[in-house]
């Protein structure tokens, strides 16, 4: 079953020129003089019940503008979106019903309130019996120890806990639908974890649909097996991360912590070698020298105590896919 579908879909804005001063910003507005920037461009997919898709791109993609719409709160300039088979612009009420969504900069909890308190008004605006609300509550505190803070003002959560408290408040009425947009943004490396160990049990377990945005390429390695990655408001790629990998010649990286400091020797086959004291983090391609073979060779090194494979930044894919992509095209439109 298709849960979101999306063909042809455009988004342009009208960005007045302004002269400066604040009298130059209001003749800019009545003199019409405008430009169009087209934020999105005619971009087309569907999304099957249960995937988890890393949707990606740099800054001034387009993302925001698609979620946006694919939730309702922007109307298309052009083409068609539809979820749950119904559209976002029309059926809002239906549509906010079958969704969550997060957004890791911004939280839509009330900031002094306590938390519990935050979910009471969340359970009125959807109309969830006790029954359902209890069940929610025992639910989440189970998986993201929210019970541990239900009394504490949300200004005084900390950044992971509001995380998961951000990630509960989307998910009690229980869509099957959810939009994170960089849900693991600031937090450390076991917040982190903890936050992706728990969209990979919803989404494996729950078959929730996650339509996921984030920079951090180790949460597309970890949560999402189908990468759609926009640039200048068109999709350039949709595939999986090997695709993207292969395309790209993405490397892999490996960070090795060792009990003494290293004896390193010379390693053929891979990109790059970093050693800082007792780490070494080691850039390679998978085509090249397989992940056993080259763990083989480290072990030779020293003893280690902690192994980690980690994704290269999200720059770093850009910056790469870019060497092939020829055309940077302007994202503004002339005025009509
Ligand atoms: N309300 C608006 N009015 C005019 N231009 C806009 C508006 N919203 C977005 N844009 C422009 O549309 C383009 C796409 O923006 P969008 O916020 O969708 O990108 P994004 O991929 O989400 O970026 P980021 O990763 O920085 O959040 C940008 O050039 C942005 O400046």
């Given at each position: 079953m298709s849960m979101i579908e999306v063909q042809d879909l455009t988004k342009e804005f009208k960005v007045y020129r302004t002269k400066p001063g604040a009298l130059g910003s209001l003749l800019s507005l009545f003199s019409g003089e405008h430009r169009r920037i087209r934020a999105v461009d005619g971009i087309s997919f569907s999304v099957k019940k249960g995937e988890c898709i890393g949707f990606i791109g740099p800054n001034g993609a387009g993302k925001s503008t698609t979620i946006k719409m694919l939730s309702g709160i922007l109307h298309p300039s052009r083409g068609r979106v539809s979820v749950m088979g119904a559209s976002p612009q029309h059926r809002r009420k239906y549509v906010a019903q079958n969704l969550g969504i997060v957004f890791g900069q911004r939280t839509q909890l009330w900031?002094?309130?306590?938390?519990?308190?935050?979910?009471?008004?969340?359970?009125?605006?959807?109309?969830?019996?006790?029954?359902a609300y209890h069940r929610f509550l025992h639910r989440y505190h189970d998986l993201l120890s929210i019970g541990d803070f239900l009394e504490t003002p949300v200004r005084k959560l900390s950044l992971g806990?509001?995380?998961r408290a951000d990630l509960a408040a989307a998910l009690i009425h229980d869509p099957p639908i959810l939009f994170l947009d960089e849900p693991t943004i600031g937090?450390?490396?076991?917040?982190?974890?903890?936050?992706?160990?728990?969209?990979r049990e919803i989404n494996r377990e729950e078959k929730k649909t996650i339509l996921l945005t984030t920079h951090d390429m180790d949460d597309i390695e970890r949560l999402a097996a189908r990468v759609v990655m926009i640039n200048h408001g068109r999709i350039i790629l949709d595939g999986c991360l090997e695709t993207l990998r292969e395309r790209i010649g993405l490397p892999s990286m490996i960070e090795v912590h060792y009990r003494e400091v290293p004896r390193l020797a010379r390693l053929d086959r891979v990109e790059r070698v970093k050693a800082e004291g007792k780490n070494v983090t080691v850039h390679y391609d998978r085509n090249r020298i397989s992940p056993p073979a080259l763990l083989a060779e480290l072990n030779r090194w020293g003893e280690p105590v902690d192994i980690r494979t980690k994704e290269p930044e999200i720059e770093e894919v850009i910056r790469r896919l870019y060497g092939e992509q020829a055309d940077p095209r302007s994202k503004t439109a002339p005025a009509r």
């Open positions: 900031w002094d309130l306590p938390l519990r308190d935050s979910y009471e008004i969340l359970r009125k605006m959807y109309r969830l019996e006790e029954k806990q509001r995380m937090l450390d490396v076991m917040a982190k974890e903890s936050i992706r160990s728990f969209l």
